[in-house]
């Protein structure tokens, strides 16, 4: 099977869209002559031309607005943003535009529209350029979320959210662009709002997505090796629609259950997720739900300090730990 | 009080009206009759608790959307603000549709969900509807977007108050309008206030029109109090649009006589009396109804029918709204995702 980069896999994903739609279209800055800020977009301007990838001021509010507009009257835009750091300058639009247009216009006007870049923390960015913004934009009745980790399922997920009748929020780990994967030739997708066990185990669940479902595979192989532990790794891979039926199967077999995420603890998806375990599963549970997330501070700049506020592989252990009891 | 000067008025005497033009000058005249009785229903409605929530008439104002909406074709798309009761009427949707919107009752053009702010109508591309200033801005350009990128010649409308020229949004996507030539008419419904805030007190800018010269974007200043006048200079704009792919900025001066909305009095203290009087006697159907009759084109018989006309539709609407039923409770759930 070929191996791609999950850079790669996205402009495979864009690049066949864009050949089986000529609606779909890519809008942003730095997408065409830069050939993208992270290059996921290489190529598609030499491909496409200047009428189906738009590079654009420094603009986010108004582009971001221009692209749901153009889905109001049925094209499907992929808006990208350079990060989603960056999108909180268009958060109106993606909220308050996007997400409500079917609802208040009575189901009449659908917004097919993908809103995609690189999310959560990088390195040494300091704080302005290091966050994860999952649990702001799950919040939204109407949105979608994803949030792949490997390059199979970005490839498969973003052609899901291009197909998608919905604002569709794809949420790419910064870190995760040179991360190389096994694709299969040929065309395939991935559903959204399916979660999947990417290491099977009965000790513990490991909830993650994104960058933490590497933190927790390898989290995952050192508890076998040196604690005896077998953990089960479920990556959400969509955060909303949540897959409740797989969180929760997994959950009732190994009666505990770990939940990493970049992002900062309060209000955060691990906060969901325990939600829907304590309420589904509560007598299924053998311990209290741990989490693991980013520091609740902005991010320091400093290397040391940097780390320290990542969620790691050391706190993943510690946390399955205390939930089988070990300690 | 105020420092900002209206439209100069026409100079010396007028030319007289076209008299093969007469059935298009009714048509606008009973348009503009029939928004401002719609209006008064809905403020006493709304006095009489059957309408909730912000309810922002447009009475004073009907010029600028019967005659710039007089200027496009049923497949050019139309986007406006909160205060657009008037633009879904003119653009076409029922009075029935649009009275049991404001009722919340299913029956209304966005089935009770919407409201007064989210009036929706996608049959006849009227877009909304919408109420964060200047948010449907970009929206707007979007469509005329969609028209270049398809190679069509529809052109995309957005309307928005003078205050809506001070966001972001505004200036962020004349930019890219007049960049990438996409065939979009903005008309700025200048109507002095932006709730209780002068426009002097807002912007240093007073001539929002002016606006267009940082983005090289043709643009005009139009008398919103003159139906006719807003016809023509929306024709010129649509054939620049359609023609040439150039957006317009278009400045209509025009004055509203209610409250910023029916939860505000009249004039408040950001506005006098005499103002309000003295702006009255720039009205857009005592206007036009005059010119219409200097030049024998209307007579009070003929204008009695249109008023007849409206009155009668209107109050079906009122009747039709009260009768309509509720939404079902199921549909709280429905269309928050397209399936």
Redesign the interface.
């Known amino acids: 099977m070929p191996v791609l980069t999950y850079r790669d896999a996205l402009n495979h994903a864009l690049r066949e869209e864009m050949e089986r739609d000529p609606d779909v279209f890519l809008m942003g800055e730095e997408v065409g002559v830069y050939q993208g800020a992270y290059k996921v977009s290489r190529g598609l301007l030499q491909q496409f031309g200047d009428r189906r990838v738009i590079d654009t001021p420094i603009a986010e509010l108004g582009f971001a607005g221009i692209g749901v507009g153009a889905a109001m009257v049925g094209l499907r835009p992929v808006i990208e943003f350079m990060t989603w750091n960056f999108a909180l300058l268009a958060i109106d639009e993606v909220v308050n535009s996007a997400a409500k247009m079917l609802y208040m216009s009575g189901g009449q006007i659908p917004i097919p529209i993908v809103f995609r870049g690189p999310g959560g923390a990088a390195l040494q960015l300091g704080a302005q350029h290091s966050q994860a913004f999952e649990s702001w934009l799950a919040n939204v009745p109407g949105l979608k979320v994803v949030a792949p980790a490997t390059p199979y399922d970005a490839k498969g997920l973003l052609k899901s959210a291009i197909r998608d009748d919905n604002p569709v929020i794809f949420l790419e780990g910064e870190m995760l662009y040179n991360n190389k994967g096994e694709i299969p030739e040929g065309e395939y997708t991935v559903p959204l709002g399916l979660a999947d066990v990417k290491r099977a185990g009965t000790d513990v669940t490991i909830v993650c997505h994104s960058k933490t479902v590497a933190t927790a595979e390898k989290a995952a192989r050192q508890l076998a090796g040196e604690h005896g532990l077998e953990a089960e790794v479920v990556d959400l891979r969509t955060i909303r629609p949540l897959d409740t039926e797989t969180l929760l199967a997994s959950v009732r077999k190994t009666n505990r259950c770990v939940i990493v995420e970049e992002g900062w603890p309060f209000c955060g998806v691990g906060a969901q997720v325990v939600d829907e375990i304590q309420r589904h599963a509560f007598d299924d549970l053998d311990a209290p739900v741990e989490r693991v997330t980013g520091a609740d501070v902005p991010m320091p700049y400093n290397k040391l300090l940097e780390r320290a506020a990542k969620p790691s592989v050391d706190a993943v252990i510690g946390a399955a730990r205390r939930a089988a009891y070990v300690d | 009080m105020s420092a900002v000067k209206d439209a100069a008025p026409p100079v010396g005497a007028r030319a007289k009206l076209d008299a093969s033009r007469r059935a298009l000058y009714h048509d606008l005249l009973r348009q503009m009759l029939h928004v401002r009785y719609f209006e008064e229903k809905a403020g006493e409605a709304y006095a009489q608790g059957k309408i909730g929530g912000f309810c922002h008439l447009y009475i004073g104002q009907e010029a600028v959307a019967v005659g710039s909406l007089a200027a496009l074709r049923p497949d050019d798309?139309v986007?406006a603000g909160y205060r657009e009761h008037a633009h879904a009427l003119v653009r076409g949707t029922t009075s029935r549709a649009v009275m049991a919107e404001l009722f919340g009752k299913a029956t209304?053009?966005?089935?009770?969900?919407?409201g007064s702010m989210?009036l929706?109508?996608?049959a006849r591309?009227f877009?909304?509807?919408?109420a964060?200033v200047g948010?449907?801005?970009?929206?707007?350009?979007?469509?005329?977007?969609?028209s270049k990128?398809r190679g069509t010649d529809q052109v995309?409308v957005c309307y928005f108050g003078e205050a809506a020229a001070n966001i972001?949004?505004f200036h962020?996507?004349l930019?890219?309008a007049a960049?990438?030539r996409l065939p979009g008419i903005f008309i700025c419904e200048n109507n002095r206030y932006g709730m209780g805030t002068a426009l002097e007190r807002a912007s240093v800018v007073y001539d929002i029109s002016q606006r267009s010269c940082s983005y090289h974007m043709a643009a005009e200043t139009v008398d919103g109090m003159d139906v006719l006048a807003m016809y023509e200079a929306t024709r010129r704009a649509v054939e620049r649009a359609r023609a040439e792919r150039l957006p317009t900025l278009l400045e209509a001066r025009t004055y509203r006589y209610m409250g910023h909305s029916m939860a505000d009095p009249i004039h408040g203290h950001y506005r006098t009396k005499e103002e309000l009087e003295e702006q009255k006697q720039r009205d857009p159907i005592a206007g036009l109804r005059a010119r219409l009759e200097e030049d024998g084109l209307l007579d009070d018989a003929q204008y009695a029918e249109l008023e007849k006309g409206v009155h009668a539709e209107v109050e079906d609407a009122v009747a039709f709204a009260e009768q309509s039923p509720e939404p079902d409770p199921a549909e709280l759930y429905?269309?928050?995702?397209?399936?």
């Open positions: 798309y986007f209304g053009c966005s089935k009770g969900k919407g989210h929706f109508d996608a591309n877009l909304g509807g919408h964060i948010s449907h801005i970009p929206l707007a350009a979007g469509a005329a977007f969609a990128y995309s972001g949004a962020e996507t930019n890219m960049l990438w429905t269309d928050v995702y397209k399936a």
